[in-house]
């Protein structure tokens, strides 16, 4: 009964290389989120959707894409790696966008190491 | 300055007693507030939010808001070994993203 899931939980992979991160949430929850937590814990936005429609985009690197098939669905592609980019990425989500009070639940995480 | 700032920690703490972690913020615009607790490896997840001036009560944890010297604290009361984590504030005007600080570590010794 997993409410946000992520795949992979690990990735490891050598720089240049391009990988995807895939996020699903089954809560029934309209607006989706990236983060990336540093080694510092700094947790960080990077992208939310809502509805399917890209509604934050933080100063991220192009090397970013993501994408929403629909809404319990937020996959990150990221091209490129760079050493920079070893951190761990959360999936969120959260009912509403709309809302003052919006609780957002995380996913599990994937830490990407990049070689 | 950062936009919302935490003690970094650790926070150490004995059993049973209460601990108080503290945050403060500089965007005015600010109108939630909110607690995640992170254990090590894992995710955030909510503990408490906030919305008005004062205090906030839930079980053993106590909010506290004041809006006009920008600080949001945390109390948790009767601290025991297993709320030994990371706790994060976050921030958020109202249909804006959350902005979190970097997180104050406790650690509950018995």
């Known amino acids: 009964d997993t409410a946000v899931s992520q795949t992979p939980k690990y990735l490891v992979t050598q720089m240049g290389n391009d990988k995807s991160i895939k996020c699903e949430q089954n809560l029934g929850h309209d607006t989706m989120y990236w983060y990336k937590q540093d080694s510092k814990k700094f947790l960080k936005i990077m992208f939310s959707y809502n509805n399917k429609e890209l509604i934050i985009n933080e100063t991220v690197p192009n090397r970013f894409s993501p994408k929403s098939p629909d809404k319990a669905h937020l996959n990150l592609h990221i091209n490129s790696l760079e050493l920079g980019d070893s951190a761990v990425y959360f999936c969120?989500?959260?009912?509403?966008?709309?809302?003052?009070?919006?609780?957002?639940?995380f996913g599990p995480g994937t830490r990407l190491t990049v070689l | 300055q950062k936009e919302v700032e935490q003690n970094s920690g650790p926070l150490s703490v004995p059993e049973g007693a209460i601990a108080s972690l503290n945050c403060t913020y500089s965007?005015?615009?600010?109108?939630?507030f909110f607690w995640y607790r992170q254990y090590s490896g894992k995710s955030p997840e909510l503990i408490m939010f906030i919305y008005s001036n004062g205090d906030k009560e839930d079980g053993r944890f106590t909010a506290q808001l004041n809006k006009a010297s920008q600080y949001v604290s945390l109390l948790i009361r009767d601290s025991q070994p297993s709320d030994s984590a990371t706790y994060l504030c976050?921030?958020?005007?109202?249909?804006?993203?959350?902005?979190f600080g970097t997180g104050t570590r406790l650690q509950v010794f018995p």
């Open positions: 969120a989500s959260s009912p509403t966008w709309a809302e003052g009070y919006n609780e957002q639940f």
């Open positions: 965007d005015r615009g600010s109108q939630s």
């Open positions: 976050a921030v958020k005007r109202n249909t804006d993203k959350l902005i």
